[in-house]
């Protein structure tokens, strides 16, 4: 009877210990593999009971493969876990979708031309002609104001700009103003006749006629000198080199007067209060009463310059 239980005791053991080594094997994503149980499962993974009874630290579920999380799922306990991990591989084939069809092109739309040049690209649109057209005349007028402004030929100057536009008015804004020379102010001057002196008494002589003296003959006035836009460049250096008299508080040489010509009025200049590289202001006569007025050098069409006597 003793024989009996302690056969039947190991027959029990013998049978746990195969029960414990018939523990499934699972694959892991990094190419390892676990055998025995899994126990413990909960969102973060499972524990794996080895065969010898040693449990392995938690598993996460996505290291498991596909395979394995099938394998797992079967397990009721283990599936509400593993469902969500396992990927369902689609087997039916998708349709192919019809392909899209071409652009129709715009009829009446202008085809942009491949790579084309900056000037040729221009001159291929009516768009770009007139903006040609816009950059020659802005050429040839900046020709003229440098002209002007110069007091160089106009002909000159807008000619060369006229064919090679741009580099002559560089040139010619570099170069200095061309100030002619002075134009000589015609002054007659006075002829005065010697008198016939009377004669040297003669002791003993008689009387004698009295003789007429000649009286001296009349000064002619000197012309007034002008100065017109185009020929002159009306600009600061213009006034102090010609009109240097009519700088200071007080006139000394008043032998001279100016008229200030714009498209507008008429000036009588009495003397210039201040210049400027722009403008310049002056003083004028006004009836009895003086006044300051400013003067801009582009508003300025002629200039005179008469004698004091001659207004």
């Known amino acids: 009877m003793q024989r009996l ?3 039947t005791l190991v027959a029990l053991v013998a049978l746990l210990w195969a029960g414990v080594g018939w523990g499934a094997v699972y694959r892991l994503t990094d190419g390892t593999t676990v055998e025995g149980d899994p126990v413990s499962p909960n969102e973060r993974g499972v524990v794996i009971r080895g065969p ?3 449990y392995s630290s938690r598993i996460a579920w996505d290291r498991f493969t596909q395979e394995s999380l099938r394998e797992l799922a079967k397990d009721k306990k283990l599936a509400q876990f593993v469902e969500i991990y396992i990927i369902e591989e689609d ?6 979708r019809p392909p899209l069809p071409k652009p129709r092109p715009v009829e009446g739309r202008l085809s942009r031309p491949e790579n084309p040049a900056f000037w040729a690209g221009l001159a291929g649109s009516s768009i770009g002609l007139l903006i040609l057209f816009g950059l020659y005349a802005a050429n040839l007028y900046s020709a003229y104001e440098i002209a002007v402004y110069r007091a160089r030929p106009l002909a000159m100057v ?3 700009a006229a064919i090679v536009p741009v580099i002559p008015q560089i040139i010619f804004l570099a170069l200095p103003t061309r100030i002619p020379k002075e134009e000589e102010q015609v002054g007659a ?3 005065v006749a010697a008198g016939a002196g009377a004669a040297a008494p003669v002791v003993g002589a008689g009387l004698h006629l009295a003789q007429e003296t000649p009286a001296p003959a009349a000064t002619k006035p000197a012309e007034p000198t002008i100065f017109k836009r185009g020929e002159y460049a009306f600009n600061r250096r213009f006034f102090e080199t010609r009109f240097s008299s009519f700088f200071g508080m007080v006139r000394r040489d008043k032998s001279q007067v100016m008229i200030l010509k ?3 009025q008429q000036y009588v200049v009495n003397r210039i209060t ?3 590289a722009t403008d310049m202001h002056v003083e004028v006569q006004k009836g009895a009463a003086v006044e300051e007025i400013p003067v801009s050098f582009t508003e300025i069409v002629e200039v005179e310059l008469r004698p004091a006597g001659g207004r």
């Open 262 to 264: 714009t498209a507008k």
């Open 189 to 191: 001057a006075a002829e």
């Open 52 to 54: 010898g009874g040693q």
């Open 158 to 160: 807008v000619g060369l």
């Open 91 to 96: 087997q039916s084939e998708e349709q192919a």
């Open 274 to 276: 201040r210049i400027t």
């Open 5 to 7: 239980g302690i056969t």
